[in-house]
C-alpha cells in the first residue's frame, strides 16, 4: 500500500506539493490525532489542475464508450480492494460510524458499476425529420473539464457519485473535497491512479473553500461546477458560475420532515424517526430534523421514540454497534449545543458517556411541542437533534411540512392508501418516502430537492447524464455524393 504524501495535491497522475497557510485534519472522537496536515492552497495549483484536465480531455472524450466503462469497472475493483482501508480512514477523518463507513465504501463500487454500464447506453434519439428523404438525430456529448465541489459527511459516495457520471460520459474532472475529509479524498486519488485512470482525467485539489474552491468555480476553462453544501456557499458558487455562462448545479440544505398520522404503524415510525435523526449524529442532508406528529397518537409515538433512541449506541466509532458518534468539528458541537440551550428543555436528552467527553459528541435531543415558526424548526442544525410539531390533522401536516425554505427529503407514515396518494401530489420535496426514513437514495435513483435545496438537476441514475453532456442536433439533407 502507498503511502500519500502529506501537503500534497493529485494533477496530471502525480502527486505535487502544496502552498499556502497549513491546515490540519483532525480525528472528531479524538482531537488529539492529527489525520493530516495540508496548505490551504492557491489558484495556480487550480490552473494547473485545469490545464492538466484541458489536456487530458480530447484523449479521454475520444475513448469509446465500452473503453471507458472498463476503465471505470477497474476503478471499482480497486475499491473494493482497499474497501476497508477506505471505511477505517472515512472512520478516523470525519467521525462516521464504522458501520456505516463500510457501507458507504460498499456503495462507492455500485456506483462505479452503475455508470460504467451507463457509458455504453445510447446517448441521443433519432428525431423524424421535415424534409424528406434527411436524417435527424441528437447527440449527447461532453461538457469538458468539470470541478467537483464536494462535503466531508459522504467523502466518498459524494465525489464518488459526482465523479463517476462525469468521466463515463466523456469529461475529466477536478475534485476539491472539504478540508475535513483530505485525508479520504487522496485515497480516492490512490485508488483511481492504481485503476490505470489516464493522467489528468481525475484530479485532486485540496485547500480552503475560499482560496481553492473560489478560484475552481470562477476558472474560465471549467466548463462546469458541481457543488455540494451550505446554501450560502452554494449561491455564490452558482452566480461564479453564472457570470461566466458555465453551468452549475447546487445541492444545499435540507430541513427534512416524517409526518406521522394517527393511523401509522408507530412502532416502524419511531424506529425510523429515531435513525433518520439521530445515526451519524444527524450529519446527512436528508437526516429527519422535523416530526409533524398528529396528536391523537403524539403519547405512543413519543414512547416509542424514546425507547428507540435510548438504544442508538454512542460508542467508540470503530466499536461496529456504534450509531451515532462524533460531530465534524469543536465548532459545530458549540453550535448545535448553542442552538439547543436556546430552544429550552428537551424532551429527550441522551447524556454522553464519560469516556467519550474528550471527542466532539453532542447529546441525541428531541423536543416536543416546537413552535412551527421557531429558528428549530425552519433552520438546518445538522446535529443530533429532532423537532416535534404537534398537528390535529392532515391538511395541518402538510401545511406545516410545506413551510420552510427547504425541499429535499419527507416521509409519510400511514396506512391509508388515500393519505399516501394526496401526500405525493402536494409535499414540496425532490425525494418523498412512504412509510420510510427521510435518509438516503438508492444509488441508481435520481437525487435533488426543491426551493433552496437544489438548483434544480438531479444527480446519480439515469438523470446524471442531463448535467455532464450537452446536446447536439444534427440534419443530414439529401444531395449529390
Known sequence: MSTVPALAAFVGGSFRATSGDELTSINPSDPSDVVLRFGSGEPGMIDSA????????PGWRAKT??????????????????????AQAVCREVGKPIAEARAEAGRCEMILRYFAGAAVHACGELI????????????????GVVGLITPWNFPLAIPIWKAAPALAFGNTVILKPAEASTRVAALLAETAAAASIPDGVFNVVP???????????????????????????????????AERNARFQTEMGGKNVAIVLEDADLALAADLVANGAMRYAGQKCTATSRAVVQ??????????????????RLGPVTDPSCAVG???SREAQERIRATVADAGQPTISIPIPDDLAKG??????????????????????????????????????????????????????????????????????????????????????????????????????????????????????????
Open 50 to 57: 485545469v490545464d492538466s484536465a484541458a489536456s487530458a480531455l
Open 65 to 86: 464508450g465500452p473503453a471507458r466503462a472498463e476503465l471505470l469497472y477497474k476503478w471499482a475493483a480497486q475499491m473494493a480492494a482497499r474497501s476497508e482501508e477506505l
Open 128 to 143: 423524424p425529420p421535415q424534409v424528406a428523404g434527411s436524417l435527424q438525430f441528437s447527440l449527447r456529448q461532453p461538457v
Open 207 to 241: 485547500g480552503s473553500g475560499g482560496v481553492v474552491g473560489r478560484a475552481l468555480a470562477e476558472h474560465h476553462g471549467v466548463a462546469a461546477v458541481s457543488f455540494t453544501g451550505s446554501v450560502g456557499v452554494g449561491r455564490r458558487i452558482a452566480l461564479a458560475a
Open 295 to 312: 396528536r391523537a397518537c403524539l403519547e405512543p409515538f413519543l414512547e416509542r421514540l424514546e425507547a428507540r433512541i435510548e438504544a442508538l
Open 326 to 328: 462524533p460531530v465534524i
Open 360 to 481: 466532539f459528541f453532542v447529546s441525541p435531543t428531541v423536543f416536543r411541542d416546537v413552535d412551527p415558526r421557531s429558528q428549530l424548526a425552519r433552520e438546518e442544525v445538522f446535529g443530533p437533534v429532532l423537532a416535534i410539531i404537534v398537528v390535529d390533522d392532515f391538511d395541518e401536516a402538510i401545511a406545516v411540512a410545506n413551510e420552510v425554505e427547504y425541499g429535499l427529503s419527507a416521509s409519510l407514515f400511514t396506512s391509508d392508501v388515500a393519505s399516501a396518494l394526496r401526500y405525493i401530489d402536494r409535499i414540496e420535496a425532490g425525494m418523498v418516502r412512504v412509510n420510510g426514513d427521510t435518509t438516503g437514495v438508492d444509488p441508481h435513483a435520481p437525487f435533488g430537492g426543491m426551493k433552496a435545496s437544489s438548483s434544480g438537476s438531479r444527480e446519480q441514475g439515469p438523470a446524471a447524464m442531463e448535467f455532464y453532456t450537452e446536446i447536439k442536433t444534427v440534419q443530414i439533407n439529401p444531395g449529390k455524393v
